[in-house]
């Protein structure tokens, strides 16, 4: 199955609206920064490479939104897409990786009228999004030999198809697996508190005949303890230079957990959510959503009215309870500061 998470259709940007999967599918058209910047936002897209590259099509439309504008408004009305992009959501550094390729892409325009600057970051956009695709498969292959045959493998979170322009990131490993013959299952975490392993991990294995066994966050470490789980893969949203990682919340718990039943715990992570500008897990900043993420979904409530509630949307696992990187270079094994800086020699 070929899930077009995000796509270029009569000159517009085209988005899956994940917020209503599984109940419907269909696309929700965007043509500017501010739109593309609210549907990262509010989560119409999601997952770190596929921020990236909504980011990347957000400075693109704007660009073309402004290219009949004079000159000299043209940089003025581009550095406000690009700051409202920015301030879209803050954990995922796809989203800064991919603004600052275009902005390099535009400085390097240098003079050109802003009708050729707009054809350019578009086609920087289209080749982000190809390229997403590529290291995806890339990584797919080096994590599939990771995985036995009859291998039972937890994920946390979606990091599929939906997570990125295609294929996807820990879903990709698996995918990549049972393409090439081997008889893999997976068991989903639902992914409280929006439910991202039950609405859309569960979709896209349903969709391709990959079987799946959802269960409830809490239930992992019973499955790990009575020997139902053969490995943990999940994706990431940013990893720190020494080998922290900052993926959606509850992944540490399961980090933990696997940890303690001797049960390897990989992370499939391109390299553009690598920030080592960062030091350690510590410096990432975590968002922290809206309360209502918690007390319900969409129209019920189970909460009693007046609770306070805390909603951060990550948490930081420690490299040290991290077996493996998997990247479209190969696997990291026990990932460290030093190890991290090779990958970019």
């Known amino acids: 199955m070929n899930i077009e998470t995000l796509r270029w259709h009569n000159g517009a940007l085209e988005m899956i609206d994940q917020r209503v999967l599984p109940a419907r599918f269909e696309y929700l058209v965007y043509g500017s920064a501010a739109a593309v910047a609210e549907g990262i936002r509010s989560m119409v897209v999601r997952g770190a490479p596929a921020i990236g590259c909504a980011a990347a099509y957000g400075v693109a439309l704007e660009a073309l939104r402004l290219k009949e504008s004079a000159p000299a408004d043209f ?5 406000q897409g690009f700051a409202v992009l920015a301030a879209s959501r803050p954990t995922a550094v796809n989203l800064f990786w991919a603004l600052e390729r ?7 325009a240098g003079d050109a009228a802003p009708s ?25 292959a080096h994590g599939a030999a990771l995985l036995p045959d009859g291998a039972r493998v937890l994920t946390h979170c979606n990091a599929g198809a939906l997570a990125t322009a295609g294929w996807g990131t820990a879903l990709g490993v698996i995918r990549s697996a049972v393409e090439a013959g081997k008889k893999i299952s997976v068991i989903a975490d639902e992914t409280r508190p929006f439910l991202q392993g039950a609405r859309l991990t569960a979709w ?17 470490g019973h499955l790990m303890a009575h020997g139902e789980v053969d490995a943990v893969v999940v994706g990431t949203d940013r990893v720190a230079a020494n080998g922290d990682v900052a993926n959606k ?31 350690g897990g510590a410096d ?11 007390t319900g979904f969409r129209d ?39 190890k991290i800086a090779a990958l970019f020699c």
Not at 118 to 124: H, K, V
Not at 307 to 325: K, Q, S
């Open 75 to 79: 940089p003025t009305g581009m550095e």
């Open 116 to 140: 050729a600057v707009a054809e350019t970051l578009l086609r920087e956009a289209h080749e982000i999004l190809a390229e997403d695709i590529r290291i995806n498969r890339a990584m797919g």
């Open 249 to 279: 919340i509850g992944t540490y718990m399961v980090a933990v957990l696997a940890r303690r039943h001797g049960i390897p715990f990989y992370v499939a992570c391109p390299l553009s959510t690598i920030d080592r500008n960062i030091a």
């Open 204 to 220: 896209e294995m349903v969709q391709e005949g990959i079987p799946l066994t959802l269960i409830a966050d809490n239930m992992a």
């Open 284 to 294: 990432i900043p975590i968002e922290e959503r809206a309360a209502e993420e918690v």
């Open 102 to 108: 275009m902005r390099r892409v535009w400085r390097d």
């Open 300 to 338: 019920c409530r189970w909460a009693a009215q007046g609770v306070a509630v805390r909603n951060p949307a990550f948490d930081v696992t420690p490299a040290e309870l991290v077996t493996g990187l998997i990247t479209e270079k190969g696997v990291v094994m026990a990932p460290d500061k030093g």
